[in-house]
């Protein structure tokens, strides 16, 4: 059955105009609503252009772009099957992108993000345009009084944070595209006749349904913690009396691409999820950094009161527009009938609203709860947008006076639809006179060092680091302190060893392979240094890149976060276990002064324990099918197993004898 309609759902002035006819093509909503559109495209997009620059996170994506583009498939260091980019999809629109236009994966990132983050805003305000049409139409909209003026849009896009991570090669363009686009979906999917009696109406349906369900199923491959408000889409969807046979296929539609990723995923890499999540701790607990990182982000900018003044005036402002009321601002009844009667109320834009309002809340505690970030309101710019959705747009309707205005009821509601519009114009003042201020105020540090708190203005970092004012390309950060010198000890040392960032920038600690070399030990070049994305980005392919975080290499992600160590950077992996992975050499004096040969011998047998070997074969034995069938077993075991990075009591851990310590002798090379 088709959906009723509020007797009230249509105000009187509403009616005449309808019979008016067709709305104008030039009408009040119409042209505020483009206007604002436009402004705010531009505005966003001059001002993320003046801010442009690749973050070195950003690179770490254009790495394993650069293995997809060689033939040595989605991972960082050839050879070893690490998922070390958080988004999946983010990974393969750049790849595909770069594989299509031939052009340098730098410039590509920067123009699909850039063209992401500003299509964003203008596709979340459509979406809340709808709320205030009856449906499809804009006869809603119609009439001089009524404005629809951009308000949470100008929000988001004052903010230094938000113009920063536009073009920063992260995928925080592609996330809040991806709510957006989801956004704009479900509200016309809610505003749609679930039983069209017209053939083509019905195809329609059926095709805004399931596209809408598969864009909410990407949620999963957009970034795992937005499967929470992809997730909540489709249940709702799923729980409404859209039938059995259209229930199957926005089944199919959300699931397909996302199940059998994972599939590929468990089997491939041999982790239910990204290598990121082992290294973040992506279950962990750091409240007190989560609300640090939260007033990092609202503190400066006072943030508070835009987002106040949005959340109290919104009810004020949906009830005094009774003339541009949707189902959203209709009279509120109770379901009957039970769970059926619920189910009825679902495909509703009141609770696509409350959906997207509850993911951005739920967003918000999951990264206080995780600690937050190192880079100052990175991820909270999600959930912020989530939250800012319904207010994208806001309704100011002029009230003008009938002739029925002299009765009690008339002059009730010419008084209350001037509070209203009192109250929305005063928010809408107040919203551009914060983000005039916001946009001019320096918020954040400049960037020259550190704090406690351990976040920063990453894009000021860098630029700042490099000498560059938007440092794009990798070789824009050949300019970083150890990056030149890098690549000079590496061309200078060819048999391969362990290169470790001395005190100096200048120059490295080498640790060099046995010679002559074991058949054994690879010839391989082995960094191991923190900042991935510029030292995988400058050196070649067959150059394996190692991190103390353990982002790319599988062993350091295993060990536990340090409880005062800096957010996004508070696991510490010891250089040893490098050393004795790699099979470099471990005698002295060859051996860097700061690393211990009986440090390196215990961390040797340690590697040796049962469920390291396991998960070493895992991501580097050749993968067969064999292996990739027994990596879907295992998956959630690897994903599951720590280690301490103090290799005696990983090996406590594993019930293994800890071997004698080295006599002098042992320690050191032999006197020629």
Same mark, same amino acid.
């Given at each position: 059955?088709?959906?009723?309609? %509020?007797?009230? *759902?249509?105000?009187?002035?509403? *009616?005449?105009?309808?019979? $008016?006819?067709?709305?104008?093509?030039?009408?009040?909503?119409?042209?505020?609503?483009?206007?604002?559109? $436009?402004?705010?495209?531009?505005?966003?997009?001059?001002?993320?252009?003046?801010?442009?620059?690749?973050?070195?996170?950003?690179?770490?994506?254009?790495?394993?772009?650069?293995?997809?583009?060689?033939?040595?498939?989605?991972?960082?260091?050839?050879?070893?099957?690490?998922?070390?980019?958080?988004?999946?999809?983010?990974?393969?629109?750049?790849?595909?992108?770069?594989?299509?236009?031939?052009? #340098?994966?730098?410039?590509?990132?920067?123009?699909?993000?850039?063209?992401?983050?500003?299509?964003?805003?203008?596709? *979340?305000?459509?979406?809340?345009?709808?709320?205030?049409?009856?449906?499809?139409?804009?006869?809603?909209?119609?009439?001089?009084?009524?404005?629809?003026?951009?308000?949470?849009?100008?929000?988001?896009?004052?903010?230094?944070?938000?113009?920063?991570?536009?073009?920063?090669?992260?995928?925080?363009? +592609?996330?809040?595209?991806? /709510?957006?686009?989801?956004?704009?979906?479900?509200?016309?999917?809610?505003?749609?006749?679930?039983?069209?009696?017209?053939?083509?109406?019905?195809?329609?349906?059926?095709?805004?349904?399931?596209?809408?369900?598969?864009?909410?199923?990407?949620?999963?491959?957009?970034? @795992?913690?937005?499967?929470?408000?992809?997730? +909540?889409?489709?249940?709702?969807?799923?729980?409404?009396?859209?039938?059995?046979?259209?229930?199957?296929?926005?089944?199919?539609?959300?699931?397909? +691409?996302?199940?059998?990723?994972?599939?590929?995923?468990? =089997?491939?890499?041999?982790?239910?999820?990204?290598?990121? $999540?082992?290294?973040?701790?992506?279950?962990? %607990?750091?409240?007190?950094?989560?609300?640090?990182?939260?007033?990092?982000?609202?503190?400066?900018? %006072?943030?508070?009161?835009?987002?106040? $003044?949005?959340?109290?005036?919104?009810?004020?402002?949906?009830? %005094?527009?009774?003339?541009?009321?949707?189902?959203?601002?209709?009279?509120?009844?109770?379901?009957?009938?039970?769970?059926?009667?619920?189910?009825?109320?679902?495909?509703?834009?009141?609770?696509?609203?409350?959906?997207?309002?509850?993911?951005?809340?739920?967003?918000?505690?999951?990264?206080?709860?995780?600690?937050?970030?190192?880079?100052?309101?990175?991820?909270?710019?999600?959930?912020?947008?989530?939250?800012?959705?319904? /207010?994208?747009?806001?309704?100011?309707?002029?009230?003008?006076?009938?002739?029925?205005?002299?009765?009690?009821?008339?002059?009730?509601?010419?008084?209350?639809?001037?509070? =209203?519009?009192?109250?929305?114009?005063?928010?809408?003042?107040?919203?551009?006179?914060?983000?005039?201020?916001?946009?001019?105020?320096?918020?954040? @540090?400049?960037?020259?060092?550190?704090?406690?708190?351990?976040?920063?203005?990453?894009?000021?970092?860098?630029?700042? #680091?490099? =000498?560059?004012?938007?440092?794009?390309?990798?070789?824009?950060?050949?300019?970083?302190?150890?990056?030149?010198?890098?690549?000079?000890?590496?061309?200078?040392?060819?048999?391969?060893?362990?290169?470790?960032?001395?005190?100096?920038?200048?120059?490295?600690?080498?640790?060099?392979?046995?010679?002559?070399?074991?058949?054994?030990?690879?010839?391989?070049?082995?960094?191991?240094?923190?900042?991935?994305?510029?030292?995988?980005?400058?050196?070649?392919?067959?150059?394996?890149?190692?991190?103390?975080?353990?982002?790319?290499? @599988?062993?350091?992600?295993?060990?536990?976060?340090?409880?005062?160590?800096?957010?996004?950077?508070?696991?510490?992996?010891?250089?040893?276990?490098?050393?004795?992975?790699?099979?470099?050499? *471990?005698?002295?004096?060859?051996?860097?002064?700061?690393?211990?040969?009986?440090?390196?011998?215990?961390?040797?047998?340690?590697?040796?324990?049962?469920?390291? #070997?396991?998960?070493?074969?895992?991501?580097?034995?050749?993968?067969?099918?064999?292996?990739?069938?027994?990596?879907?077993?295992?998956?959630?075991?690897?994903?599951?197993?720590?280690?301490?990075?103090?290799?005696?009591?990983?090996?406590?851990?594993?019930?293994?004898?800890?071997?004698?310590?080295?006599?002098?002798?042992?320690?050191?090379?032999?006197?020629?």
């Amino acid at each position: 059955m088709p959906r009723s309609t %509020s007797p009230d *759902a249509t105000a009187p002035d509403d *009616a005449s105009a309808n019979a $008016a006819g067709a709305p104008s093509t030039f009408s009040a909503p119409r042209v505020s609503f483009w206007l604002g559109v $436009a402004a705010c495209a531009v505005l966003f997009g001059y001002g993320a252009w003046q801010r442009r620059w690749i973050a070195d996170d950003g690179l770490i994506v254009l790495r394993t772009v650069r293995n997809l583009l060689a033939g040595n498939g989605p991972v960082f260091n050839a050879g070893e099957r690490v998922e070390v980019n958080t988004s999946t999809a983010w990974t393969y629109i750049i790849w595909f992108f770069s594989w299509i236009s031939r052009v #340098q994966t730098e410039y590509v990132v920067l123009t699909v993000a850039l063209v992401l983050s500003v299509a964003a805003i203008p596709l *979340a305000m459509l979406g809340t345009s709808r709320l205030y049409r009856g449906g499809p139409g804009w006869s809603r909209l119609r009439g001089s009084g009524l404005l629809l003026l951009p308000a949470g849009g100008l929000v988001y896009m004052a903010l230094p944070p938000a113009r920063d991570f536009a073009t920063s090669g992260l995928e925080v363009s +592609l996330t809040i595209f991806w /709510v957006a686009l989801l956004w704009y979906l479900a509200i016309c999917w809610s505003q749609a006749d679930r039983a069209p009696v017209e053939r083509r109406e019905r195809i329609r349906y059926w095709a805004l349904t399931c596209t809408t369900a598969f864009v909410a199923g990407l949620s999963w491959l957009v970034r @795992p913690e937005m499967a929470v408000v992809g997730g +909540l889409v489709l249940l709702v969807m799923f729980f409404a009396p859209v039938g059995l046979k259209l229930r199957l296929a926005l089944t199919a539609a959300a699931g397909l +691409l996302p199940v059998g990723y994972q599939i590929f995923r468990m =089997g491939y890499y041999g982790l239910p999820a990204p290598n990121t $999540a082992v290294a973040k701790d992506a279950t962990g %607990s750091k409240w007190g950094q989560g609300f640090t990182y939260l007033m990092n982000l609202v503190e400066p900018y %006072s943030l508070w009161l835009p987002v106040l $003044a949005l959340a109290v005036a919104m009810p004020v402002i949906l009830l %005094s527009a009774r003339g541009a009321r949707a189902p959203l601002t209709g009279r509120f009844r109770l379901p009957r009938g039970g769970v059926r009667g619920l189910r009825d109320h679902l495909q509703r834009p009141a609770v696509i609203v409350v959906v997207m309002l509850l993911g951005g809340v739920i967003e918000t505690l999951y990264w206080l709860r995780q600690g937050g970030d190192f880079m100052s309101g990175r991820v909270l710019l999600a959930p912020l947008f989530l939250l800012l959705l319904p /207010v994208m747009v806001i309704p100011l309707r002029i009230p003008s006076r009938r002739p029925e205005d002299s009765t009690v009821r008339g002059i009730a509601r010419l008084a209350t639809g001037t509070a =209203g519009a009192v109250v929305a114009a005063g928010l809408w003042v107040l919203v551009l006179g914060w983000a005039l201020h916001a946009t001019t105020f320096r918020g954040q @540090p400049d960037g020259t060092a550190i704090g406690t708190s351990g976040i920063v203005d990453e894009r000021a970092f860098y630029s700042l #680091q490099t =000498g560059h004012a938007h440092p794009l390309t990798a070789d824009d950060y050949l300019d970083y302190p150890r990056m030149q010198s890098l690549q000079e000890i590496l061309r200078a040392t060819p048999r391969g060893g362990v290169y470790l960032p001395s005190f100096d920038y200048d120059w490295w600690f080498i640790d060099p392979l046995p010679y002559p070399r074991p058949d054994d030990v690879p010839q391989r070049q082995t960094v191991f240094f923190t900042n991935l994305g510029m030292t995988g980005m400058n050196l070649p392919l067959d150059v394996r890149v190692w991190d103390q975080i353990g982002l790319a290499w @599988p062993m350091a992600s295993r060990t536990a976060r340090l409880e005062d160590g800096r957010i996004g950077h508070d696991k510490e992996m010891f250089p040893d276990w490098a050393v004795a992975e790699a099979k470099a050499y *471990a005698k002295r004096p060859a051996l860097p002064p700061f690393i211990d040969p009986d440090w390196v011998n215990q961390a040797r047998a340690a590697l040796t324990c049962p469920q390291i #070997q396991q998960l070493q074969a895992s991501y580097s034995a050749p993968l067969t099918f064999d292996l990739f069938k027994r990596n879907l077993k295992l998956s959630f075991a690897n994903y599951a197993l720590r280690i301490d990075r103090v290799p005696e009591y990983t090996l406590r851990m594993c019930r293994m004898d800890v071997p004698p310590p080295l006599t002098e002798e042992q320690k050191s090379m032999p006197r020629p």
